[in-house]
């Protein structure tokens, strides 16, 4: 499957609020979106993301739902993908380090233990 088209700072809000919705109409996206445009311009947005292949849409009586066509955990890895490789030069480790230097208070014995588990298990798989 080839990748979908890049997306523009409009378009990525209104992809976030979709998934973080799970699904909305083009009213409840406005309602939500900082600085909302007007609601011709959030019918364009999602016009546009509709092209793009990045939603799809459902009748439902007079308006529209709107929806992902990538599941949140692939558009999750798609994102760190790009942001792996345009701040972090593909560098896992220093993104790794950035988060934990972000992290006030640092971990958890649990969340530690849950990474140290997670990267144990990568390098069994030879990740």
Known sequence: MSPLPKLSRRER?????VYELGNATAARIQENMADPPTYSAVRSIIRGL???GHLVS????PRYVYAPTMSALRARRSAMRRVLKTFFGDSVEGAVATLLELREGG??????????AMI????????
């Open 13 to 17: 809000e209104v992809m976030d609020l």
């Open 50 to 52: 509709v092209n793009k």
């Open 58 to 61: 459902e009748p439902d009586g």
């Open 107 to 116: 971990l958890t014995p649990e969340e530690h233990d849950r990474l140290q």
């Open 120 to 127: 144990e298990q990568a390098a069994g798989e030879g990740r």
